[in-house]
């Protein structure tokens, strides 16, 4: 029941004794996580978050979602970023068969898409979870506005308490305003975790419980990953040898890491990894730039820039050993095509086949790769893949210099755009 890290593709670009030499500098980042001295360490409540997550609020999340599940034809999950990928990533991780169907607003600001989303479930019934810290971030505010509008012409405010769920500050913030003058009900994202960090805080949890997915197994899993990537061992801790070889490959030139999977269900988490990683280590002039494929697909038209390309990139497969579902291959008589020598397997071994040929082939062509191998594609695992990459890019980020838990430059735009919108 673990993640494994195989690095065989590694051997030429990165020599076991500079690992070796680097425990030092990753012990010191491990300390300064852990004895909260590092950098930005008012935002370190992920670090044991998953342990503090009481059985007795997943189960209250449960009775609420069956109680929503009775009354409701479709969710519409209002954020961005933090506030929306992590929900997204999950549901598609495992497969989109949710018991509500799950539409999302607030991630941009297409008005074709809020037009089609409103004519999707005019008729339906509605129960919108919106998430944000302030309240005054403008994607899901003004999308929360129009959802908001259209469901006061079909509801009267008592049934609106019913059907409005807010994911917001303790005591202040815009929405925390709107909750207390209208009843909304309401949960709290916690101080001392960052959005990007925030899938196991009710900002996930929440919408996710609503849906139907398993939240008990997603945190479990998020437990035995605080467990595992605790210890300071750069042999047993995955999440730290992963950190510790990309600072490695970084420090070689590659600039560009590319998370690649076999997997089309990893789309999402991959988006969710881009935020991540991009926003916590992209400080000071320095950072990788995290880039995703999804492959066969993406080899046919991305295949040739990843063999024949500038050898700036580094390559994270992420695999999955048992997927929930297999398909065998039928034999044909005729055999027109000539692939009755692969009848009788199932596409999950030509896909692995597919895997092994091209990090075979990338590295050959001069791209490094390695590649983290999820036991089973279901909740547990996932969570613990949250958690292991949470805990590689805090240990990065400190290996870098930098704090991993902020994000000044994203604030550069809002700035303008406020400004040009005539905000006072």
């Known amino acids: 029941m673990s993640i494994t890290l195989n690095t065989d593709y590694l051997k030429n670009f990165i020599n076991p004794k500079e690992i070796t030499a680097l425990s030092p500098m990753v012990q010191k980042a491990h300390e300064g996580l852990h004895n909260k001295t590092g950098k930005g360490n008012d935002f370190l409540g992920w670090l044991d978050l998953p342990s503090r997550i009481t059985d007795g609020f997943l189960n209250e999340l449960n009775i609420l979602a069956k109680d929503v599940q009775a009354n409701s034809d479709v969710l519409i999950s209002i954020g961005i970023g933090g506030s929306y990928l992590g929900i997204r ?50 994607e899901p505010a003004i999308a929360f506005r129009a959802i908001k509008k259209a469901l006061e012409a079909r509801y009267n405010s008592e049934e609106l308490k019913k059907r409005i769920i807010c994911v917001t500050d303790e005591k202040k913030g815009a929405l925390r305003k709107i909750v207390e003058k209208s009843g909304y009900r309401s949960f709290v994202i916690p101080d001392d975790v960052g959005g990007r960090f925030s899938v196991l805080t009710p900002v996930g949890l929440v919408p996710l419980a609503l849906a139907g997915i398993d939240i008990k197994s997603l945190v ?9 990537y605790s210890v300071m061992d750069l042999e047993k801790n995955t999440a730290y040898r992963y950190a510790a070889l990309r600072y490695l490959l970084y420090k070689k030139g590659k600039k560009i890491e590319i998370l690649s ?38 080899l046919h038209s991305m295949g040739q820039l990843m063999q024949d390309g500038e050898r700036t990139i580094f390559e994270t497969f992420v695999m999955i050993d048992k997927p929930q579902h297999d398909v065998i291959v039928p034999t044909d008589a005729e055999d027109l095509d000539g ?52 805990k590689a890019i805090g240990i990065y980020g400190y290996l870098l210099d930098v704090n991993p838990f902020d994000q000044p430059g994203v604030e550069a735009y809002k700035k303008k755009m406020f400004a040009l919108l005539g905000k006072k």
Not at 108 to 117: A, F
Not at 220 to 226: I, L, M
Request: net charge negative.
């Open 89 to 138: 990533s999950t549901i598609e991780f495992l497969g989109g068969a949710t018991k509500l169907p799950v539409y999302y607003a607030g991630h941009n600001i297409s008005s074709d898409y809020l037009h089609n989303l409103l004519e999707t479930v005019k008729n339906k019934r509605v129960t919108v979870i919106v998430i944000s810290k302030s309240g005054t971030t403008t």
């Open 220 to 228: 479990e899993g998020a437990r035995k990953g605080q467990s595992e």
């Open 261 to 298: 999977s076999f997997y089309p269900e990893m789309f999402y988490v991959a988006e969710w990894f881009k935020q991540l990683f991009g926003e916590s280590e992209a400080k000071g002039g320095q950072g990788i730039f995290p880039a995703s494929l999804i492959f066969s697909t993406d």
């Open 339 to 390: 692939f009755n020598y692969v009848a009788g397997k199932g596409f999950d071994f030509v896909n692995k086949k597919a895997y092994e040929a091209t990090a075979s082939a990338h590295f050959e062509g001069g791209v490094p790769n390695m590649t983290l191998t999820l036991c089973q594609a279901d909740a547990f695992h996932l969570g613990q893949l949250y958690f292991l990459f949470e």
